[in-house]
């Protein structure tokens, strides 16, 4: 049996004997390592893997190796004993082939397996060197050897020996180091690679024994290489089996992947394609609404135009009803006022009413929730059929035909002026643009009606506060003169009797002099009266006009000075008593100080703002000055102009040393800058205080 299973082996893998022996052993190989080096080179024209063309190389060099031999055995079956120059060529170079395609080969799993590019290349660079220097210790001794002893075999040299160390260890070290990883590859391969081993260590043991059981080691020894190549090829078809099913998978889901994400994305695409189309559609509304708000802005500044053209109050509230319809194309308009004591509401003007509308209608707040609604929350009322919303009773709504309604608030600065009703004989949807605009309206004409009724009552409260300063202006000027004209007249009278014609000739040129002065601030008080307001004019222009006016060619010289770089707005009430003392200041020392020059100078001394009016001239006794009032009467005339406007008034004077008054006055208050603080308000000042009480100042105007 042993001997039958030793016939078979040699059948195949070839042994001692005749050449015609090996031609299976050498065939066959080459015809599997063939059909590889085919698929390894079609796969690696569709895949530029470096594993691919490592294997290229190692089925390619066993193939050229096997080939080679078969075609070097037949050529012996042929054509007899080759000579010995290609025994010394054919041995070493057979050999080199062979161990350098085992290196390859593992180098390429190595780098499948593992992954590794570092070490796969450093096993395939040191594995080739260890190759090469086994050719050359080949090509060094074997011709010499061979030549000396024809019947040498190859194996029992030293390049043989070289050559079969350096694939063992190598085929050694590849098992190692794959040993370690896992997976059916691996397996495989390190099988195949256990076979090359075992072969090789076969014949080196035949070798070893001077191939005294050739005939046994041999065949199994060539058997065992014959074997691998199949090993080999099972793992390379195998592997690519699975990566084509791999990849058949993959592609299966990817199309599966690709047709949900073609679904989704149609589905998106359809989705987009509806918002588009709505966006569109939202677009085109905003658009519509857009240019309808433009009309209706521009409406509404044309109508803004309107209210402010007019200062009427009657005129305002006829325009607010028919512009406020007009803008919302409504058939009719009602319009209400609060009463001052903020409990009722009446009807002051309609538009497309019958029977005078709501004129002089009174309606209790208390008594309708509608009202309370727009007065206590300052929102609208929107109904858009009275008959489903039962906020107006029906009383009303039959009584005014109407269906629809929208009331608003009309408010000023902070309170509510009045309310505004819009009515339709239809029911109708009130749009939110709609509502926008009309509370724009609503606010442009509370502010309008506002205006209207405050310039009412500042033209009232106007005429009384001239008829307050007309008043002051002859108690402070033309009042006391005409009482020292009857003190003076007395006195005269009393100097005639007494027989002093003298006095009594002095007495009344100084009457006459009153008299004059007295014509004088009366023309000047009419023609104050007849003139149009001018400009707002400085304090600082006012007593330079008042000097320009006053200077004659003879003494005293008049001058002017102010450290005050900004120009000083008072109200003119204020400026014209200031520039009234400065003015009477400046006769008293034309007609009593004989003075050369006079120097008026206007300044700011911490919060204060000072005028001062200084003479080089005679002087005078102050104290017994005021104590004979009836001879200065000039004097109460400035203290009381001082007082009205609540500034303090200084004189300083004593004979021969000339005579400085000092007028002085708060340059901050509660009034705005430099304007004095009097005594009392007048009417027109409480009302302004009033209007704006709200914001916690108040506002003074000119």
Not at 44 to 72: I, N
Not at 362 to 389: A, F, H, K, Y
Not at 621 to 635: K, P, Q, W
């Amino acid at each position: 049996m042993f001997d039958l299973l030793v016939q078979f082996l040699t059948q195949i893998g070839g042994g001692p004997g005749a050449p015609e022996n090996n031609l299976v052993r050498f065939g066959l190989p080459a015809i599997f390592w063939a059909i590889l080096f085919l698929a390894a080179w079609s796969r690696r024209r569709e895949e530029k893997q470096p594993r691919e063309s490592l294997l290229l190389v190692g089925f390619g060099l066993f193939f050229a190796r096997e080939f080679f031999m078969f075609l070097h055995t037949a050529g012996k079956v042929l054509s007899g004993p080759v000579s010995s120059t290609h025994v010394a060529t054919i041995e070493p170079l057979e050999h080199a082939l062979a161990v350098s395609a085992v290196i390859v080969i593992s180098a390429a799993f190595l780098r499948y397996i593992l992954d590794k590019e570092t070490l796969s290349h450093l096993y395939l660079v040191s594995g080739l060197a260890m190759v090469g220097i086994g050719v050359l210790i080949s090509f060094m001794t074997w011709p010499g050897q061979h030549a000396l002893d024809p019947a040498l075999n190859f194996h029992n040299t030293a390049g043989g020996w070289s050559m079969h160390i350096t694939k063992v260890v190598f085929i050694i070290a590849a098992m190692i180091i794959l040993i370690r990883h896992k997976g059916w590859v691996r397996n495989v391969v390190v099988v195949a690679l256990s076979f090359l081993l075992a072969s090789v260590l076969l014949a080196m043991a035949n070798a070893y024994t001077g191939r005294a059981y050739g005939d046994v080691i041999c065949p199994i020894s060539n058997n065992l290489h014959i074997w691998a190549v199949p090993i080999f090829g099972f793992v390379y078809f195998r592997e690519q089996s699975l990566a084509k099913k791999k990849a058949e998978r993959s592609l299966a889901l990817y199309r599966g992947n690709l047709e949900k994400l073609v679904d989704q994305r149609t589905a998106e695409l359809s989705t987009t394609n509806e918002q588009l189309l709505l966006e569109v559609s939202e677009r085109r509304r905003a658009e519509n609404a857009a240019e309808q708000w433009a009309v209706g802005m521009s409406r509404l500044n044309e109508i803004s135009l309107l209210l402010n053209a007019t200062l009427v109050p009657d005129e305002i509230c006829k325009l607010i009803v028919t512009q406020a319809a007009g803008l919302l194309d409504c058939a009719a308009a009602g319009l209400f006022r609060m009463d001052e004591d903020g409990r009722t509401v009446l009807g002051i003007a309609s538009y497309g009413m019958v029977e005078g509308g709501v004129d002089g209608l009174r309606i209790p707040v208390v008594d309708s929730p509608v009202l309370l609604q727009l007065i206590s929350g300052n929102e609208p009322l929107i109904i858009d059929d009275v008959r489903t919303d039962r906020r107006i009773p029906e009383s009303v709504w039959k009584h005014f035909p109407m269906r629809a309604v929208v009331g608003l608030p009309l408010l000023g600065t902070g309170e509510i002026q009045g309310i505004l009703f819009l009515v339709e004989p239809q029911p109708r949807i009130w749009q939110t643009t709609e509502i926008r605009l009309l509370g724009n309206f609503a606010n442009r004409a509370g502010v309008a009606w506002e205006n209207a009724y405050l310039h009412k009552q500042l033209e009232k409260t106007a005429v009384l506060e001239e008829r307050q300063r007309i008043a002051a202006e002859m108690h402070d000027g033309l009042a006391q003169m005409i009482s020292t004209l009857a003190l003076r007249n007395d006195q005269a009278a009393q100097m005639i009797e007494d027989g002093r014609t003298a006095g009594a000739s002095h007495e009344l040129a100084e009457i006459q002099d009153i008299i004059s002065l007295a014509g004088s601030d009366l023309r000047r008080s009419i023609n104050a009266l007849r003139e149009q307001p001018g400009p707002p004019c400085s304090l600082q222009d006012s007593i330079a006009t008042l000097l320009r006016n006053d200077r004659r060619e003879s003494l005293p010289e008049l001058r002017f000075s102010s450290t005050i770089a900004e120009m000083l707005h008072l109200k003119p009430a204020y400026q014209d008593q200031i520039t009234s003392i400065v003015q009477e200041a400046l006769c008293n020392a034309r007609k009593h100080s004989r003075a050369t020059v006079v120097t008026v100078t206007l300044e700011r001394a911490g919060d204060r703002y000072i005028i001062t009016v200084k003479d080089d001239g005679i002087g005078f006794d102050v104290e017994r000055a005021e104590r004979l009032s009836g001879n200065h009467f000039g004097l109460s005339i400035m203290r009381a102009r001082a007082l009205r406007v609540g500034a303090d008034l200084t004189i300083d004077s004593s004979p021969a040393n000339g005579t400085r008054l000092l007028l002085s006055w708060p340059a901050v208050s509660e009034r705005g800058a430099g304007q004095p603080i009097g005594r009392g308000m007048g009417t027109e000042d409480r009302l302004l205080a009033a209007l704006d009480s709200e914001k916690g100042k108040i506002l003074w105007q000119n």
